[in-house]
Every structure is written in C-alpha cells, then in structure tokens.
C-alpha cells in the first residue's frame, strides 16, 4: 500500500456519460497530481493541486475537470465520455519539500 | 518547456547480466530532480531511484545506480544482476524542485525483458 488510495479501481461506462474519480492522499502531502496513461502510452500530466488550489494545468481537456477539497481529497470529473477517454488514470501525492511522488494504484476507465 | 527522449523503445536482457537504459532531458534550470519509475504489468508506478540536480554523486540503490551527466543533459540507468522481476516498463521523468511541487514529466518509456 503507498499511501495514495485510488477509488474506484475500475469503471466502465457508455460514451456521453460522466464519471469522478476519488483520491486520497498519503497523510501530510499537500499536492496532488491527476496523470492520464492510455494504452501502450507515456504519462501524460493533466492537473496539479496545492493545499485545495490549482497550481498548474497540462494536457487536460475542457471537459474534464478537478478539485481539491479541504481535507485534501481529490476528484478528477470526467464528462460527455468518448471512446478515446478510456485510459489509467493516476493520482500522485507529494509532500511541500519531498522530491518523491507517491502514486495510488489507479483508475481504469473504460470507455464502451 | 522541459522534455525528457528515452530512444529505446525495447530492450531486452539476459537474467544476471547488466542492461543500461537510456534518458536524456532538456531544459535551462539548473535546480531538478531526476527519476526512473517502473511499471511492471501491474501497472503500479514504483519509484525506482532518485537524482539531486545538485548532487554529482551518482544514485545507488542496490543493483540500480545511474550516470547523471548534467552537462550533456543524460541520465541513464544501469541494472546489474538483472532478474526476472526486473521485467517491467522503465520511465525516465524530470522534475523542477519547488516549495509548492511541481509536475514531473516523462518519457516515453523503455520496455525491458528478462529472458532466463
């Protein structure tokens, strides 16, 4: 277990639909980070938040978005699902000073 | 913008001998982290070690070290006594230090095979 628990673990859902993908944090980390990972695919950064703010955006798309709440927890919501959404999708957590992330296990989600 | 080139896509080794894997990295800071991750067909991302900017020590971690050459931008990793286990995707990913974290960036990964 690293810490960084990801719910659910898998999900499959029909195109147009909407999904939230849950994160905890490991205990005392501020920053979360959401990753995409499609098949046979690098990481590819999607958001970063810091201490219930949004620090930095990439590659994430208008239709998805995300938040921090104040216990730190965060959702990844996606919405209007099309085919090419389906991926892994990672959470990391880092503490303010560690150079180390911690990933959760991810989501796999499966777009039909 | 910073980017990290791993320019092999595959590599394969035989159990107990030593494989080096490639990275290289661009970018104008000076203060990062450098790291190698490993994605075995569990797809759990595993840190596999860690490299200071700062630091011209070059990491150990059992049988993993890398040769950090800041200069030429290159951070590859050596895996020695290599074993079946150690079958998985490598990925090579840069990070700025900052106070309040920062994105790492990956490679495209390395796809390693221990033969027996």
């Known amino acids: 277990d690293s810490g960084v628990t990801q719910t659910p673990k898998h999900l499959i859902t029909a195109t147009g639909q909407r999904v939230t993908l849950r994160c905890s944090p490991r205990?005392?980390?501020?920053?979360v980070y959401w990753y995409q990972q499609s098949l046979d695919q690098g990481l590819q950064f999607l958001i970063q938040y810091y201490n219930g703010e949004e620090r930095a955006k990439g590659n994430i798309l208008e239709r998805f978005s995300a938040q921090q709440f104040p216990d730190l927890h965060s959702e990844l919501n996606l919405s209007s699902l099309e085919l090419g959404d389906s991926a892994l999708y990672f959470c990391a957590s880092s503490a303010t000073e560690d150079y180390g992330y911690t990933f959760g296990s991810g989501t796999r989600l499966t777009v039909v | 913008a910073q980017t990290v080139t791993q320019s092999q896509p595959e590599m394969s080794v035989q159990e107990a001998e030593t494989v080096t894997l490639s990275c290289t990295y661009d970018t104008s800071e000076s203060d990062y982290y450098l790291f190698w991750y490993k994605q075995p067909p569990s797809r759990q991302m595993i840190l596999v070690i860690r490299q200071e900017a700062y630091k011209q020590q070059n990491a150990t971690e059992n049988r993993f070290s890398v040769n950090f050459q800041k200069a030429a931008k290159s951070f590859s990793l050596k895996i020695s006594d290599s074993q079946l286990g150690d079958a998985a995707m490598y990925f090579c990913?840069?990070?700025?230090?900052?106070?309040?974290?920062?994105?790492?960036?990956f490679g495209e990964g390395t796809q390693l095979t221990v033969n027996p």
């Open positions: 990913a840069y990070r700025l230090r900052r106070t309040s974290g920062s994105r790492l960036t």
């Open positions: 205990s005392g980390d501020l920053s």
